[in-house]
C-alpha cells in the first residue's frame, strides 16, 4: 500500500496501521505521507476524488460520486474588491465535504482489514462514516451528543449504523468511543479528527481547485476550524501540488471559528504554539464546537506557514452570512456560514487586497438543521 505515516513535527516514520498513531517523540498525531514517481497532471483519469488515485493511498476505491464540487464565483460584495469564489462542497454525496476524508479512510481501513468502525461526530463525519461504511460492507458505530441536530441523527440512522446517544458536551463522545474501543479490540476508532487517511482524502479538495483554476493557487482559502481536518487537508494538498511542481504556491489558509468556541484563533492572535484553554460555549455553529482540537499545534504551524491568520465570529455574524448565502441560492447550514462571516474582516484587516482570489467551502447542506 503506497505511502507511511510521519510526523509533522521530527523525522518519525513508520508503516501504515488501522488505529490512530501519535508519535512517541513529539506526541502529536501522525499524517499520511505521499511517496510516488513524479508524473504529469495529464496522467490523471476520472473524476471526484478518485481521479487523484496516484496521489492517495493505493486501495480500492469505495466510492458514492464525492467530490467534482463546483467552484462558483461569487457576486460582488458590498466593500470586497476581491474575486470570491464558493466550493460547493454541501453537494457531496451525503451533503457535506467529509465524504472526500470518508471515503478514502474507509477504503484504507478495509484493506487494512477492518470490518467494524466507530468514530464520535456532531453529525457530517458520523453520516459520511455511516454511508461509506454501509458502501464498503461493514458496519459503523456512531457515538454522538445528545444534542446533535435530528436531521443528522437520522441520516445516521437511515444508512444503518448504530448511533449512541452521549449526555453532555461533545468531548464527552470522545471519551466514550475510547472507552468501547478499548474494551473492543475489533471496533477500530476511525476518526476524523485523528485518522491520517481522513485528512489523506482531504487534501482531494487542494487538488481539485488548483485543477479547476488552471493549476494555480488561489491567494487565499478561508476555512472553518473545528478539529482542523478540512484545513489539514488543504495545506497538505496544496503542499504536495508545490513539491510536484504543478502549482508555484501554497495560498495563505485563514482559520475561522465561532467566538463561542475559538481555540485556535485565539492562539494565532495571541503566538501561542497550542491552542489556547478556552471554556466551551453554545454556538449554532455547532460543526465547530471544539474546545480540544487534537490536531491543534499541527493546525497553528500550518496556519503560520502559509501566512494565514485566525479570526473568530459571532453567532450573528455567522446567521447573517448564511441568510445572505440564501439569497444567492446557496443554502448552508450554520457551519457552513462561518468562512463566509470572515470575508469583510479579512478585508478589512488587509489581509485580502484587491484583485486577489479567495476560496471559500461551504461545508455542509442546509437541510441537514433545518
Not at 462514516?129 to 460492507?137: D, M, P, Q, T, V
Not at 457515538?143 to 449526555?167: C, D, T
Not at 465561532?258 to 491552542?275: I, N, R
Request: aromatic share 8%.
Amino acid at each position: 500500500m503506497q505511502g507511511f505515516l510521519s510526523c509533522p513535527f521530527c523525522a518519525y516514520e513508520e508503516g501504515l496501521s488501522r488505529n490512530p498513531r501519535v508519535c512517541p517523540r513529539c506526541e502529536v498525531p501522525l499524517r499520511w505521507q505521499w511517496e510516488g514517481r513524479a508524473f504529469s497532471p495529464g496522467e490523471l483519469s476520472g473524476r471526484g476524488v478518485w481521479r487523484y488515485r496516484p496521489l492517495l493511498p493505493a486501495v480500492e476505491p469505495v466510492s458514492l460520486g464525492e467530490g467534482g464540487t463546483p467552484l462558483l464565483e461569487a457576486h460582488p460584495m458590498d466593500g470586497i474588491e476581491a474575486k470570491i469564489l464558493w466550493k460547493l462542497e454541501f453537494l457531496n454525496p451525503t451533503g457535506s465535504f467529509k465524504d472526500r476524508g470518508a471515503a478514502v479512510m474507509v477504503a484504507v481501513l478495509k484493506a487494512l482489514g477492518a470490518k467494524r468502525l466507530a468514530d464520535d461526530s456532531s453529525g457530517n463525519a458520523g453520516a459520511a462514516l455511516s454511508a461509506y461504511a454501509a458502501r464498503a460492507g461493514l458496519s459503523a458505530k456512531i457515538f454522538v451528543p445528545a444534542s446533535a441536530s435530528g436531521p443528522k441523527l437520522q441520516q445516521i440512522a437511515a444508512y444503518g449504523a448504530e448511533l449512541v446517544r452521549v449526555p453532555g458536551p461533545r468531548p464527552a463522545a470522545a471519551e466514550a468511543i475510547r472507552r468501547a474501543c478499548a474494551e473492543d479490540p475489533d471496533l477500530v476508532y476511525a476518526s476524523h479528527n485523528l485518522s491520517p487517511y481522513f485528512v489523506a482524502g482531504l487534501a482531494t479538495l487542494a487538488f481539485e481547485i488548483a485543477e479547476e483554476s488552471g493549476w494555480k493557487s488561489p491567494d487565499h482559502v478561508v476555512v472553518p476550524v473545528g478539529g482542523g481536518g478540512l484545513l489539514l487537508g488543504l495545506f497538505y494538498g496544496f503542499l504536495l501540488l508545490a513539491e510536484l511542481g504543478w502549482v508555484e504556491k501554497i495560498p495563505r489558509i485563514h482559520a475561522v471559528q465561532a467566538e463561542a468556541c475559538a481555540p485556535v484563533a485565539q492562539a494565532l492572535k495571541e503566538g501561542l504554539s497550542l491552542p489556547k484553554e478556552v471554556e466551551l460555549g453554545e454556538t449554532v455553529a455547532e460543526g465547530v464546537r471544539i474546545p480540544r482540537p487534537e490536531r491543534g499545534r499541527e493546525i497553528l504551524a500550518a496556519v503560520r506557514t502559509s501566512g494565514g491568520q485566525g479570526l473568530s465570529v459571532s453567532d450573528e455574524e455567522i446567521l447573517q452570512a448564511r441568510r445572505e448565502l440564501a439569497r444567492d441560492g446557496l443554502y448552508v447550514e450554520p457551519t457552513g456560514a462561518v468562512a463566509p462571516a470572515a470575508l469583510a474582516k479579512l478585508w478589512e484587516m488587509g489581509a485580502v487586497r484587491s484583485g486577489e482570489v479567495v476560496v471559500v467551502p461551504l461545508t455542509g447542506f442546509g437541510l441537514k438543521t433545518g
